[in-house]
C-alpha cells in the first residue's frame, strides 16, 4: 500500500510539483512534518543564540559581546524557543500526526483550516525574524514585553509583537481544530476514557489554546496600538496602568506553561506503557488531572507579580492556588512510578528520555514550589534561580519528552529503526550536560545573580564556568540526535507496523501510514493500554476485525 | 453515499463518523471560535471596568460627549438587523430562497448603514481634535484619555467585525446563488448568522456603557 509520502491531497486537488505537494498538502501528517522541519531549524537557530550566550558569560567582564547585543539576544532566544518553539511545539508536530490515528479517524475535522493554521504559523515566523536583517536589530524587551519598555524602546518590537499575536492566531486555530476532531471524529466505540492518555493531553492543551490566547492576543495589540496610534491603556504618563498588562500577559503565559507541558505528560503516558509492557496505573486519574491543571492553571498567575505590587491577601491566595497545581501535578508523577513498579523495564531510548525527563522535571516542579511560596520568591525572583527553574522544567522536562516522543514514534512516522546506541548516547551527553549546564545556576541565582544581564560578580565565575562546559555537552547531544535520525533514514533497518509492541490504534496501521490512515476504521471497546504477558491484548485481522 | 459502518467483536455495525460535511462538527467549531471572540472582548470590557472604577468622575464626563442619538440609532438598526438574519436562515430552511436572499440583502445594507453613522461619530470627534495621540487628548486628565482610548480601540474593533460581517453576508448571497447553501445544507448560512448575533450582542454592551454613564 502506498504512504503518505506517496499520494497526498491538496487544497487544489492534483499538483504534480513535489514542493507544492507539500505545502499545499491537507493530509495532518504532512502538516505534522512541515511544522516538525520548520520548528527544530529555529529550535537550533536559539540553541546558536543561547550558546553565544554562554560564551559571553564563561568569564566576567566583556568579551566579545554589547550589552544591548545581550539584550537582542536573549529576547530571541526567549521569543523563539516560547512562541515559536514550544508553545506550538508538540501539538501542531506531533500530535498532528498522531492525534487522527490515535483516535481512529482519516484526518483532522478541518483540514483546510489546519493548512491555514501551517501558513499563519509560517507569516509570523517570517514577522518575527524580519526584524533580525533589517537593520534596527531584534527586539529587546525579553520575551515578556514589559509595558512601558515596550512602549518606549526604539528596537524593532513591532514586527515581534505582531509575529506573536499572528502566531496566537494560529495556535487558537491549530487548537479549535483538536477540540471538535475529539468530539466528533473518535472511532465508534471509544468513549472519552478509552482514548490514550496522549490525546488527553492535548484535549486539555487545546482548551487552554483557545481560551487564553485571545487575552495575550488583545494585549499585545493594546501594545502595538500604544506603540502606533498613542493609546495610552498600560503608558502611566497617559493615565494607563503597565501592572494591568503584566496581570493581562500572566493570565496568558502562565496557562501557556501548561500548554507546554500537558502534550508533554501525554507522550509520558504512552511511552510508560509500552516500556514497562503493563497496563498505565491509574488511567481516570491522570486522565482527569490533565483536565484540573488546565483548570487550576488558569488562577495562578498572580506568583509572577509577587514583587510588581500587590496586596498581601492577592499574594496569599495566589502562592495558595500555586501550590494546588502541584497535587494534581504530584498525582501523575505518583501514577508513572507505580506504573513503573515491579514491571520490567526495557531501557530502550524513548525510555530513557522520559525517565530522564521525569527527574529532571521533579527538580524544576520543586523549585518552582519555593518559587510560588512568597517569601523565597522576593529573595529569588528575577535571579538565575528563576531561570534554573524554568529550564528544568522546560528544557529538562517538556523538551525531554518531545524528544522521547520522537524516539518513540520515529519507525511509525519514517517506516525505519534509528540505531539504538547512538540514540543512548546522544542521550546521555544530553542528560549529563542539561544538569551539569542549569544545576550550577541555581546555586548562583540563590547567591543572588541576577538574570538578563551580560556580566556579574567575579564570586559567580565558578558557577558559568561549568555551566559553560554542561551547554556545550548538551548541544552535542542534540546534534547527535540528528545525526542518528538522519542515519536511521538512510540506513535503518525495517520497522514493520509495531516494534515495540505498543497497543494504541496507530500501531495497528502500516509504518509509514497510507493516506487516509485507515482503510477500515476499527471498532473501539477496550482499554488503550491491555497488555496479556508481554504482548498486546487486542489484535486486529487486515480488515479490522477483532480476533483476539 | 453509503453510511461507513465499524464492526464489533459481535459483528454489528456501529456508524463511523467522518470528517466531510460533518455538520455538528461545524457547528461546534464555530462555537468554540466564539468563545475566543468572547475572551478578546472579555479582556477589553475587563479593562474598561478597572478604568471606570478609579476614574468614574472623567468617565461620566467624557460620555456626555459623546451622541446617545447616534449611538441609539446604531443599537436600533443591529437589533433589527439580527432579526432579518435570522428569519432569512428561517426562510431559507422553509425553502424560500427568495425571501431569504432579500433578507440577507437587508441585513448587509443595514450593517453598511451601521459603518456610515459610525463613521460620523468618528469623524464628529476627529474633528475636535479628539483620537488617540491627539495634542488636545493628551491634555485632558487622565481618565478622559484612557475613556477615548478605550472607546476608539473598542468600537473601532466591534467596526471591524462589522466589516468582517458584511463580508460574510456577501459571501453567504454568493454562495445561496451558486448552491453552496441550499435549504437542506444552511450550515454556512446559520454560522454567519450567528457570527451577526454575536457582533450585535457585543454592541448591546458596548452601547450603555460608553454612551449612557453620561446621561
Ligand atoms: C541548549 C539549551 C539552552 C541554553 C544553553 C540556554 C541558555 C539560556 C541563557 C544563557 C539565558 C539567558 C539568561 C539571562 O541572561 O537571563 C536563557 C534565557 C531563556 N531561555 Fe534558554 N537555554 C536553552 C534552552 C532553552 C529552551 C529549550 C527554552 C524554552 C523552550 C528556553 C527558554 C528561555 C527563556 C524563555 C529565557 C528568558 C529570556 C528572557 O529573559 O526574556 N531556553 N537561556
Ligand atoms: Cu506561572
Known amino acids: 500500500m502506498p504512504s503518505f509520502y506517496h499520494e497526498t491531497h491538496t487544497l487544489f486537488g492534483h499538483l504534480r510539483n513535489p514542493v507544492l505537494q507539500w505545502i499545499f498538502s491537507i493530509d495532518h501528517k504532512r502538516i505534522g512534518l512541515m511544522y516538525m522541519a520548520v520548528m527544530f531549524t529555529l529550535f537550533f537557530m536559539a540553541v546558536g543564540a543561547a550558546l553565544t550566550m554562554r560564551a559571553e558569560l564563561f568569564a566576567p567582564g566583556a568579551q566579545f559581546l554589547e550589552p544591548q547585543t545581550y539584550n537582542e539576544l536573549f529576547t530571541f532566544h526567549g521569543v523563539t524557543m516560547i512562541f515559536l518553539f514550544i508553545v506550538p511545539g508538540i501539538p501542531a508536530t506531533l500530535g498532528n500526526f498522531m492525534l487522527p490515528l490515535m483516535l481512529g479517524a482519516r484526518d483532522v475535522s478541518f483540514p483546510r483550516l489546519n493548512l491555514l493554521s501551517w501558513w499563519l504559523y509560517i507569516l509570523g515566523v517570517i514577522l518575527g525574524l524580519s526584524s533580525l536583517v533589517t537593520g534596527q536589530g531584534f527586539a529587546d524587551t525579553g520575551w515578556t514585553f514589559y509595558a512601558p519598555y515596550s512602549i518606549r524602546t526604539d528596537a524593532h518590537v513591532l514586527s515581534t509583537l505582531t509575529a506573536a499575536f499572528i502566531l496566537g492566531l494560529s495556535s487558537i486555530l491549530t487548537g479549535l481544530n483538536f477540540v471538535v476532531t475529539i468530539h466528533r471524529l473518535r472511532a465508534p466505540g471509544m468513549n472519552f476514557f478509552k482514548m490514550p492518555l496522549f490525546i488527553w493531553g492535548l484535549y486539555a492543551t487545546a482548551w487552554i489554546q483557545v481560551l487564553a490566547t485571545p487575552v495575550v492576543g488583545i494585549t499585545l495589540l493594546l501594545v502595538i496600538l500604544e506603540r502606533t496610534l498613542g493609546v495610552g491603556i498600560f503608558d502611566p504618563t497617559k493615565g494607563g496602568d503597565p501592572v494591568l498588562f503584566e496581570h493581562l500577559f500572566w493570565i496568558y503565559s502562565h496557562p501557556a506553561v501548561y500548554l507546554m507541558i500537558l502534550p508533554g505528560f501525554g507522550i509520558v503516558s504512552e511511552v510508560l506503557p509500552a516500556f514497562t509492557r503493563r497496563t498505565i496505573f491509574g488511567y481516570h486519574a491522570i486522565a482527569i488531572s490533565s483536565a484540573s491543571i488546565a483548570g487550576i492553571g488558569y488562577l495562578v498567575w498572580g506568583h509572577h507579580m509577587f514583587t510588581s505590587g500587590m496586596s498581601d491577601l492577592a499574594r496569599i491566595i495566589f502562592s495558595f492556588l500555586t501550590f494546588l497545581v502541584a497535587v494534581p501535578t504530584g498525582v501523575k508523577i505518583f501514577d508513572w512510578v507505580a506504573t513503573m513498579y515491579k514491571g520490567s523495564i526495557i531501557l530502550s531510548t524513548p525510555m530513557l528520555w522520559i525517565l530522564g525527563s521525569i527527574i529532571n522535571f521533579t527538580v524544576g516542579g520543586l523549585t518552582g514550589l519555593t518559587l510560588g511560596a512568597i517569601g523565597p520568591d522576593i529573595h529569588l525572583h528575577d535571579t538565575y534561580y528563576v531561570v534554573a527553574h524554568f529550564h528544568y522544567t522546560i528544557l529538562g522536562g517538556v523538551i525531554f519528552m518531545f524528544i522521547g516522543g520522537l524516539h518513540y514514534w520515529y519507525p511509525k512516522i519514517t517506516g525505519k529503526l534509528y540505531d539504538e546506541g547512538l540514540g543512548r548516547i546522544a542521550f546521555g551527553l544530553a542528560f549529563v550536560g542539561f544538569n551539569t549546564l542549569w544545576f550550577p545556576m541555581f546555586l548562583a541565582g540563590f547567591l543572588g545573580n541576577p538574570r538578563r544581564y551580560f556580566d556579574y560578580l567575579p564570586d559567580f565565575t565558578v558557577y558559568h564556568q561549568i555551566s559553560g562546559i554542561g551547554a556545550l555537552l548538551i548541544a552535542s547531544g542534540l546534534v547527535m540526535i540528528v545525526y542518528t535520525f538522519y542515519r536511521g533514514l538512510r540506513s535503518g533497518r525495517e520497522a514493520g507496523p509495531n516494534p515495540w509492541n505498543a497497543t494504541t490504534l496507530e500501531w495497528h496501521i502500516p509504518s509509514p501510514p497510507p493516506l487516509e490512515n485507515f482503510a477500515k476504521i476499527p471498532y473501539v471497546d477496550f482499554e488503550p493500554y491491555e497488555y496479556d504477558a508481554g504482548e498486546p491484548l487486542v489484535q486486529f485481522d487486515e480488515n479490522f476485525r477483532r480476533i483476539r | ?215
Open chain 2, 1 to 215: 453515499m453509503q453510511q461507513e459502518m465499524a464492526y464489533d467483536a459481535q459483528g454489528q455495525p456501529h456508524p463511523v463518523a467522518d470528517f466531510h460535511d460533518d455538520y455538528g462538527g461545524a457547528k461546534l467549531g464555530f462555537w468554540v471560535f466564539l468563545m475566543t471572540e468572547a475572551m478578546m472582548f472579555g479582556t477589553l470590557f475587563l479593562l474598561f471596568a478597572i478604568y471606570f472604577y478609579r476614574h468614574t468622575e472623567s468617565y461620566v464626563a467624557s460620555s456626555g460627549h459623546l451622541d446617545v442619538w447616534l449611538g441609539g440609532t446604531n443599537t436600533v438598526i443591529l437589533l433589527v438587523s439580527t432579526y432579518t438574519m435570522g428569519l432569512g436562515t428561517m426562510m431559507l430552511r422553509r425553502g424560500r430562497v427568495r425571501a431569504a436572499v432579500l433578507l440577507v440583502g437587508a441585513t448587509t445594507l443595514m450593517a453598511l448603514i451601521f459603518l456610515g453613522i459610525k463613521a460620523v461619530e468618528w469623524n464628529m470627534e476627529i474633528s475636535r481634535g479628539i483620537y488617540p495621540g491627539s495634542g488636545v487628548l493628551d491634555a485632558l486628565d487622565r481618565g478622559e484619555i484612557l475613556f477615548f482610548g478605550l472607546y476608539f480601540v473598542m468600537t473601532g474593533l466591534h467596526g471591524l467585525h462589522v466589516i468582517a460581517g458584511v463580508a460574510l453576508m456577501s459571501w453567504v448571497l454568493l454562495l445561496i446563488r451558486s448552491g453552496g447553501i441550499r435549504p437542506e445544507h444552511t450550515i454556512a448560512m446559520k454560522n454567519v448568522t450567528l457570527y451577526w448575533d454575536f457582533v450585535h450582542l457585543v454592541w448591546i454592551v458596548l452601547f450603555p456603557l460608553f454612551y449612557m454613564i453620561g446621561v
